[in-house]
């Protein structure tokens, strides 16, 4: 995992008001990325333009018109064309607002870390006339916000990120462990009042007509179930997994003598008396963190989305600033107009003596 130092100018703190946050933000990061993740006239993200990015294998719900026919004749199996997106684009942030994601063992929650990243990219994207929505999610699928591309907008969309949500009565289990009298999201346990990751998906797939830049923004601390959601969606939509996470969430501080601990189920509200000192339940509590990343980042891998992972201590701008030059690189890949990257693995089979 890596760590930034965090500059007071792109971290994104608990200001006042979305307004107060939005202002900082547009100072200190927003005019930083305005020409590097979106120009006048060009963008790094695909859509509905004129300039072929890609070819892809045709999915239910492809416009039939952007089938490429000669590489479906070669390939006895159609393929569309994906096009640079030019000014008309649509972004959607499907946000994970439940309670393990208003945790952070520092200053930062991962609450606030969210709510500086929609801020920046949603800004970033409206000042240029395209439009973005989104649907949030506390204990289901409780908001949608229409896309629409003014400053205004953006402003409400962090007020509503603000709101508080109720949190699921406790069912006499607990899902994760930390340091401090404080909540913690992560780790196994209780399913009662969990979030369902997957009810978000499946909603934006039906919300989401046209093909869009959609940001999923959550900690993907989740009821099983929502790879294969997260999958179908990145097969009509251009994903990138916004994955939200804090340092106390991989290991206990290092720090000794903390003994008998209170932690908090940030969900349900379970209670539970740990010794942060014990060895044993250290090394229980890092064995189970493992195996719950390998398993969370085998998922993102599967679904074919992109990934940005965002700590609490992380640095905004420098994140975004890193992300942009990945999507750059992979945009300046020579279009395989000729021949795609399928086909040339077709090739030697069909070549092959019988």
């Keep these: 995992m890596h760590s930034f130092t965090s500059s007071v100018a792109a971290q994104p703190a608990a200001f006042a008001t979305p307004d107060a946050l ?17 120009g006048d006239y060009r963008t790094l993200w695909r859509g509905a333009g004129v300039d072929l990015a890609d070819l892809r294998e045709y999915q239910h719900h492809d416009d039939v018109r952007h089938i490429d026919w000669n590489v479906t004749a070669r390939l006895q199996q159609p393929y569309v064309r994906q ?3 030019d000014r008309d684009l649509t972004a959607w942030f499907l946000l994970d607002l439940s309670g393990s994601v208003d945790f952070g063992s520092a200053d930062i929650t991962k ?34 916000l229409p896309p629409r591309n003014s400053r205004a907008h953006v402003l409400e969309l962090l007020q509503r990120m603000r709101r508080p949500r109720p949190r699921a009565p406790a069912d006499g289990g607990t899902r994760s462990t930390g340091g401090g009298n404080a909540s913690t999201g992560g780790g ?40 294969d959601a997260l999958a179908r969606l990145t097969r009509r939509h251009d994903v990138v997994a916004v994955r939200l996470w804090d ?27 740990i010794d942060a000192d ?15 990343e390998a398993a969370l980042l085998d998922g993102l891998a599967r679904s074919g989305a992109d990934v940005l992972e965002l700590a609490t201590d992380d640095d905004l701008l420098e994140s ?8 750059r690189q992979r945009a ?15 090739q030697p089979l069909a070549e092959a003596p019988a």
Excluded at 282 to 288: D, K, L, Q
């Design 320 to 327: 975004l600033l890193r992300f942009t030059d990945l999507r």
């Design 111 to 144: 609450l606030a870390v969210s709510a500086g990243f929609v801020a920046t990219l949603a800004r970033v994207i409206t000042r240029h006339g395209n439009r973005v929505g989104a649907l949030m999610y506390g204990q289901n699928v409780d908001a949608v």
């Design 332 to 346: 300046r890949r020579p279009a395989p107009r000729l021949m795609p990257a399928a086909l040339r693995r077709a």
């Design 83 to 85: 096009f640079t997106e």
């Design 278 to 292: 014990d060895p044993g339940f250290r090394e229980r509590y890092a064995a189970i963190a493992a195996q719950q």
């Design 247 to 273: 340092p106390l969430e991989m290991a206990l501080p290092a720090d000794a003598g903390l003994g008998l601990v209170t932690v908090e189920d940030a969900e349900t509200g379970e209670q539970l008396l």
């Design 188 to 227: 196994t346990g209780s399913t009662g009042g969990a979030t369902a990751l997957a009810d978000l998906l499946r909603a934006a797939d039906g919300v989401m007509r046209r093909r869009a830049l959609v940001f999923v923004l959550s900690d993907f601390i989740s009821q099983p179930g929502w790879q």
């Design 22 to 38: 939005l202002r900082r933000l547009e100072w200190a990061v927003i005019r930083r990325l305005d020409g590097l993740l979106q």
